[in-house]
């Protein structure tokens, strides 16, 4: 059994069978690791799909399934990422680890993440965000983008998507801060 929110009704288990019949009519959420019984019915994505990735850099993929509707806070990951999107729209604002260095304002150190509103940023009360170079970008289903380790970044999701995102160790796991 895996654990469900509703973001109305809050957490409930369920098994990803009930969660599969109760996703076609609700508004609920999942995000879980790929459970074991469908491991072999879910591509790993290609790059990272040899034994050597496998069985020394892969820590997680977790399965996305979202009702719609749903935001991120800004934050970043103590991963590197791919996200693939098997179905639905989504759309990124993220920017370098270099550039946020000391700029991102950092509210919840806990989560490394933000309560900032990076679609509405009030750049008056929180100065860092003024000349911070954001990237945007647009995913549909079949695309998958790469999220470098530390990169921070907020994530909308319109109607139902579902994404995997495939988690590795830092490549490299000291920060370093360039410049362009």
Same mark, same amino acid.
């Given at each position: 059994?895996? *654990?469900?929110?509703?973001?109305?009704?809050?957490?409930?288990?369920?098994?990803?069978?009930?969660?599969?019949?109760?996703?076609?009519?609700?508004?609920?959420?999942?995000?879980?690791?790929?459970?074991?019984?469908?491991?072999?019915?879910?591509?790993?994505?290609?790059?990272?799909?040899?034994?050597?990735?496998?069985?020394?850099?892969?820590?997680?993929?977790?399965?996305?399934?979202?009702?719609?509707?749903?935001?991120?806070?800004?934050?970043?990951?103590?991963?590197?990422?791919?996200?693939?999107?098997?179905?639905?729209?989504?759309?990124?604002?993220?920017?370098?680890?270099? *550039?946020?260095?000391?700029?991102?304002?950092?509210?919840?150190?806990?989560?490394?993440?933000?309560?900032?509103?990076?679609?509405?940023?009030?750049?008056?009360?929180?100065?860092?965000?003024?000349?911070?170079?954001?990237?945007?970008?647009?995913?549909?289903?079949?695309?998958?983008?790469?999220?470098?380790?530390?990169?921070?970044?907020?994530?909308?999701?319109?109607?139902?998507?579902?994404?995997?995102?495939?988690?590795?160790?830092?490549?490299?796991?000291?920060?370093?801060?360039?410049?362009?």
């Amino acid at each position: 059994r895996k *654990e469900e929110r509703n973001r109305n009704d809050g957490t409930r288990r369920l098994t990803f069978s009930e969660f599969l019949k109760a996703y076609k009519e609700e508004d609920i959420y999942y995000v879980n690791p790929v459970p074991p019984f469908l491991a072999s019915d879910i591509p790993l994505h290609l790059p990272l799909n040899c034994p050597f990735v496998v069985n020394n850099l892969l820590a997680d993929s977790v399965m996305w399934f979202s009702s719609g509707g749903t935001k991120s806070v800004w934050h970043n990951d103590a991963y590197e990422n791919i996200n693939c999107l098997m179905r639905g729209k989504k759309w990124f604002i993220m920017a370098n680890r270099s *550039e946020t260095h000391q700029k991102a304002h950092i509210d919840v150190r806990t989560g490394a993440y933000s309560s900032v509103d990076v679609e509405n940023v009030d750049t008056d009360k929180y100065p860092g965000f003024k000349d911070m170079q954001f990237y945007n970008v647009s995913m549909e289903a079949g695309d998958c983008l790469y999220i470098p380790w530390l990169w921070f970044h907020h994530v909308n999701s319109f109607g139902r998507s579902d994404h995997l995102n495939s988690m590795c160790p830092p490549f490299f796991p000291v920060p370093c801060h360039l410049s362009p």
